[in-house]
């Protein structure tokens, strides 16, 4: 079975530039989330999808950051505009469904730099 | 607030050693879910264990044990006899949801580096 996918694997941009990444989830998984992970420390929910409805946003950026799961399979997430600080690895994960118990799936990751 | 604490930042051993590598959690709620992850340097986060509040058995598997204590809101691992390649960075994190409708976000610790050395 395929696991997450996600593309580029690397980018790197000058600050006040865009950036978009994409995440292709486990055949089957209606959750969705996408996670920020700052060079030495854990992940941390940006936001997470059931299906193509937003479940918690509460720590998007949302002046500058923003995400959408159209059909309810494939997302995408972006940076308009980047900051210094955007610097990180961004992680999609994906699970069956929204419950305490499903274990997320996650996958490579995109590594950002922000000059 | 759901917190997860790993004191451990980095932890240094000669192959074939034991490691045991500490979790502590806090959370208000009666149901959670406790979860490892393995992130090698390739950077994907590799799921390894999870377990829920109410079943502190300990488990066993391979070199791999874990060891849930309630008492204590720890969840520690440990890798016996360690092998090079179980040079990673180990996460624990805890599913806990206080807003019923807020979605299941995993809260991470800080992450331990295990490096082991031939």
């Known amino acids: 079975e395929a696991g997450v996918a996600q593309s580029p694997r690397y980018k790197i941009i000058e600050k006040r530039q865009s950036v978009a990444f994409w995440c292709n989830p486990i055949?089957?998984?209606?959750?969705l989330y996408w996670y920020q992970q700052i060079l030495g420390q854990g992940p941390k929910l940006l936001i997470q999808f059931q299906n193509n409805g937003v479940v918690d946003d509460s720590q998007l950026p949302k002046d500058r950051f923003s995400a959408e799961r159209l059909k309810g399979v494939d997302s995408t997430l972006k940076i308009q505009p980047a900051k210094l600080e955007d610097s990180a690895v961004y992680l999609c994960?994906?699970?069956?469904?929204?419950?305490?118990?499903?274990?997320?799936?996650f996958g490579p990751g995109t590594r950002l730099l922000v000059l | 607030a759901q917190k997860v604490t790993q004191a451990q930042t980095e932890i240094s051993v000669v192959e074939k050693e034991d490691v045991t590598l500490d979790c502590v959690y806090e959370?208000?709620?009666?149901?959670?879910?406790l979860f490892w992850y393995k992130q090698p340097p390739s950077g994907e986060l590799v799921f390894l264990i999870r377990r829920n509040s109410f079943d502190e058995q300990n488990e066993i598997s391979g070199r791999y044990s874990w060891n849930f204590q309630k008492s204590t809101s720890s969840f520690n691992f440990t890798i016996t006899a360690s092998q090079v390649v179980d040079s990673a960075v180990y996460f624990c994190?805890?599913?806990?949801?206080?807003?019923?409708?807020?979605?299941?976000?995993?809260?991470f610790g800080g992450g331990t580096r295990v490096l082991v050395k031939p």
């Open positions: 994960a994906s699970s069956l469904e929204a419950s305490l118990q499903e274990t997320q799936y």
């Open positions: 055949s089957g998984h209606a959750t």
């Open positions: 994190a805890l599913s806990a949801d206080m807003i019923k409708a807020a979605g299941n976000k995993l809260t």
């Open positions: 959370t208000r709620d009666t149901t959670y879910y």
